[in-house]
């Protein structure tokens, strides 16, 4: 495992202890403090590894490995396709993955919940499609969210299985409450399911308090992506790609749809990437068309929620286009999104070939102003060690002043960027990289299939490439690499191996 801080640019002071001082440090930045066992970088493949507040000094990995996985002949099971974490709760889809009780079912996936108790991360379940259908894909996407509502603690899980049904798709949620397991609350298609719609191909999920809420309560929200959606109202019956937003209401509670789902223009694939932060959901697709040269090079296009309307349903409305000035054809933009509401947007485009071949782009958008219905980027990040092939981009991640974002292709085993927001938007340096730890025998996996961030956790998928056993899930504290107080003018490489 390598760690490279760039902090040449770098000027805040740090404290000079790690473990005495992470308030001080976070101050610094301009942060309040976020409690070190929420420190974590994590870096899903085929198998699992965490880190906890006792490994910050050596930084030194646990393996939370998938157990007991369905695959005929050990073929890869894509566990780190999908990668979601909030709080304790640690996420991971493995669509791949054989039937329960008959392996020659192929792919009908599986999800895996991991669950930090102590200093350590146990399985604490494995879930499964109610049918499990062959290529249904049972993990490709999948979203968690913690919260509460009138009966005590409440978390959520929405899982995407887009090859459902001959590809129509669709969303499956899962609840628990305090001492209890997961179990499946209900599933959710689109009203006119057609086959290749590929409805849960991307979901995203928060809770939060809605700024024109009615009820005065928290709530939970779940958006799901079909990129191959038709629009109904096209003679033409073209692929535009749509979003559904689902909201829990009423008592009993209700999951109901949105009044309409969002609909792109003709061939836009809306929807291959969506990312929820509040009040905002931001849907990606790699063909959204530029109007300043009329061309398909992808975007995103920003919702926002407007109102609670009679009856405890919400409103939602699209904002801006997110799309990059001066974009070129086939770049990818699009292929992933992020969001923090009300103030950044990211999308990666990981075939860009300006730098090198396919080497990629993330570009970074200020959502906290703007005129128009369309916005252009505030930012591009390329960083240094980009070369052809890097697909930087991939997958993206943002969460305060901090991103995160893949380049599977930049190494052997792929790697991560860091990268933090000054005080001005739009003011971004990068603050280092990671590559993922030896292993021994090697592996291979595609690092950064998948990246979720929150406080200063993030999340990265690698699915292996080969047999079930190829492959890795790495945990690291962001805060224990990167915001150590031992950088100022240091370019440090540091390494560690497998335990």
């Known amino acids: 495992m390598r760690y490279r801080l760039d902090l040449s640019r770098r000027t805040n002071n740090r404290c000079v202890r790690r473990l005495l001082c992470q308030d001080s440090v976070l101050a610094a930045m301009g942060r309040t403090f976020v409690p070190l066992v929420s420190l974590a970088i994590l870096i899903a493949a085929g198998s699992a590894f965490a880190v906890g507040p006792e490994d910050l000094l050596t930084a030194t990995p646990r393996v939370l490995a998938a157990s007991n996985p369905s695959s005929l002949g050990n073929q890869a099971i894509g566990f780190g396709a999908a990668v979601a974490l909030d709080g304790t709760l640690l996420v991971v889809g493995a669509p791949n993955e054989d039937k329960s009780t008959d392996t020659s079912v192929s792919q009908v996936g599986a999800v895996y919940v991991f669950e ?26 999948v979203a968690v969210a913690r919260g509460f509502d009138g009966d005590g603690p409440l978390d959520y899980i929405v899982v995407g299985a887009p090859g459902y049904q001959n590809s129509s798709g669709r969303a499956y949620l899962f609840h628990r409450r305090t001492g209890e397991g997961f179990v499946l609350e209900g599933s959710f298609s689109q009203e006119n399911p057609d086959a290749g719609d590929l409805f849960g191909q991307s979901v995203a999920m928060d809770f939060f308090y809605p700024p024109n809420t009615q009820s005065g309560n928290y709530q939970f929200f779940f958006a799901v992506g079909a990129p191959f959606d038709r629009d109904p109202d096209d003679v033409g019956n073209q692929q535009h ?21 969002f609909f792109g223009e003709p061939n836009d694939n809306l929807g291959g990437a969506l990312a929820m932060s509040e009040f905002n959901i931001l849907a990606a697709g790699e063909n959204i068309e530029d109007p300043s040269q009329g061309l398909l090079f992808g975007g995103g296009l920003l919702i926002t ?5 009679p009856g405890g349903d919400f409103n939602y409305e699209p904002v801006w286009e997110l799309i990059p000035s001066a974009a070129a054809g086939f770049a990818g933009i699009g292929a992933s999104a992020a969001v923090q509401a009300g103030t950044i947007a990211a999308l990666g485009a990981p075939l860009d070939d300006e730098v090198a071949f396919n080497a ?33 981009g991939t997958s993206v991640a943002l969460s305060g002043n901090l991103l995160a974002a893949s380049a599977p292709g930049a190494s052997a085993d792929g790697m991560i960027f860091l990268f933090e927001q000054g005080e001005i938007p739009g003011d971004w340096t990068q603050i280092g990289f990671i590559e993922p730890p030896p292993i021994n025998p090697p592996f291979t996996c595609i690092e950064g299939a998948s990246i979720t961030l929150q406080g200063l956790t993030a999340g990265v998928g690698c699915p292996s490439r080969g047999s079930v056993a190829d492959g890795g899930t790495f945990a690291y504290f962001v805060g224990g690499l990167f915001f150590d107080g031992f950088e100022t003018g240091d370019t440090t490489v540091w390494s560690s191996s497998q335990p």
């Open 360 to 392: 990629g782009k993330v570009y970074i958008f200020d959502i906290s102003g703007g005129i128009g219905p369309v916005l252009t980027e505030a930012e591009i990040l390329t960083p240094v060690e980009l070369v052809s092939g890097s697909q930087f």
């Open 241 to 261: 790609g749509s979003v559904q937003v689902f909201q829990r209401t009423g008592g009993p509670p209700t999951w109901g749809p949105s009044p309409l789902p």
């Open 116 to 141: 930090r108790q102590g200093f350590d991360w146990v399985e604490i379940q494995k879930l499964r499609a109610d049918e499990e259908l062959a290529f249904e894909q049972f993990g490709f996407s």
């Open 305 to 309: 929620q407007v109102n609670q309307l």
